[in-house]
């Protein structure tokens, strides 16, 4: 069999050589339909004329010769320039079929990329699981023992010490739970990356006032001054935010601690960003020329002993607005207080008309009560 043969089939049935050569076929066809189509018009006006019996023969002659010689010209003037034509829209063809052929390879290789990307970020996933079950497991369980073991040292044998011993021990214990601590943010700032979503509309000044309730319990001695902004509403998950919300008013609970009248304040207003919330407090602030070094792992700018802390608090409020498709930033003085703008996802209209449906209840609720 002829290794051609294919090849020449498949030309003949349609496919682009088949099509290409029928289609240089166009212009040669136009021009001699023109070319019969002249010739034709100048046989029927030569037998025209020679039924006028005052013709003259060698003027009747030369301009039929005239005519075919214009009509020859003009046909192959035709033909040149149709097939000019369509030489330049075969090559725009071409050109696109080329584009449109180089687009196919660069979608393959984009989806071959991505299927890589795919595969080492579940392995890299994989491998992250594997990191947090043996720190929640193989680490915790000898720095318990470590704590433990130096507890019951200075429970048991004190009066066996000496001083110095005794400072070791407590210097042990305190950086067993500052390590222990450490360890409890890092796994909770891994479960919020794989956590899923469950969004939904949220009474977001409520929220801040059940997350304050809570931060005024673990600061018992510390008396703040706190208010919220009325009607915030947002859209996210409750869990996630909640967790960011009391990571906010923790910090400005904590850096207002040597502050004569501290005071917290969370609202919304105007930013060059749009509307955004804010946590403004009146405590130590800082240069905020170092502000991004906040949103950092273990990055802190006050000293551990002023400000204990693991530098994993304002991490995770970014994590979580970062999966709330909103951002963080912050501006301060040292002395002065120290502001934390931060933006949500807008809401969805859908969950914004049940919002809206679900306060109107509440409110007329409340009005049937008070009558």
């Known amino acids: 069999m002829n290794p051609m043969a294919p090849k020449a089939a498949m030309t003949s049935s349609g496919e682009p050589g088949g099509r290409r050569r029928s289609g240089r076929r166009v212009p040669a066809t136009l021009a001699l339909v023109y070319f019969v189509a002249g010739m034709l018009w100048i046989g029927i006006t030569e037998a025209v004329l020679w039924l006028d019996p005052t013709r003259q023969d060698h003027v009747l002659g030369l301009q039929t010769l005239n005519g075919i010689a214009f009509v020859s010209i003009t046909a192959l003037v035709l033909y040149v320039l149709l097939r000019h034509w369509q030489r330049r829209d075969e090559a725009v063809m071409a050109a696109l079929l080329e584009s449109r052929r180089e687009v196919e390879r660069a979608n393959a290789t984009l989806e071959h990329n991505v299927a890589e990307r795919t595969r080492m970020l579940e392995a890299a996933n994989r491998e992250l699981e594997a990191f947090v079950y043996a720190v929640s497991h193989d680490l915790r369980a000898p720095l318990r023992s470590l704590s433990g073991f130096s507890q019951i ?8 010490l000496d001083e110095r011993s005794l400072h070791y021990l407590k210097r042990i214990t305190e950086a067993s739970r500052r390590m222990s601590a450490l360890i409890d943010d890092l796994l909770s700032l891994s479960r919020i990356s794989r956590t899923e979503l469950t969004p939904r509309s949220i009474d977001f000044s409520k929220l801040f006032l059940e997350a304050a309730a809570v931060v005024r319990e673990r600061y018992p001695g510390h008396a703040v001054e706190f208010s919220v902004q009325p009607g915030m509403q947002v859209y996210g998950d409750a869990r996630l935010l909640r967790i960011a919300v009391e990571n906010l008013l923790d910090n400005a609970w904590k850096y207002t601690g040597s502050t004569a009248e ?110």
């Not at 040292?153 to 066996?160: G, H, I, K």
């Not at 703008?341 to 919002?355: L, N, Q, Y």
């Open 153 to 160: 040292l200075q429970e048991s044998a004190a009066d066996q």
């Open 262 to 371: 501290p005071r917290v304040q969370v609202g919304i207003e105007d930013t060059p960003l749009g509307p955004a919330y804010f946590v403004r407090d009146n405590g130590a602030g800082f240069d905020a020329t170092y502000a991004d070094k906040l949103f950092a792992p273990f990055q802190r700018l006050h000293p551990d002993a002023q400000f204990p802390g693991t530098g994993i608090g304002l991490v995770t409020v970014q994590r979580i607005l970062a999966r709330h498709e909103g951002r963080i930033w912050a501006d301060a003085a040292p002395g002065r207080g120290a502001t934390f703008w931060f933006t949500i996802g807008e809401m969805p209209a859908a969950a914004s008309g049940a919002a809206m449906r679900e306060e109107s209840t509440v409110q007329a609720g409340s009005s049937q009560d008070a009558s």
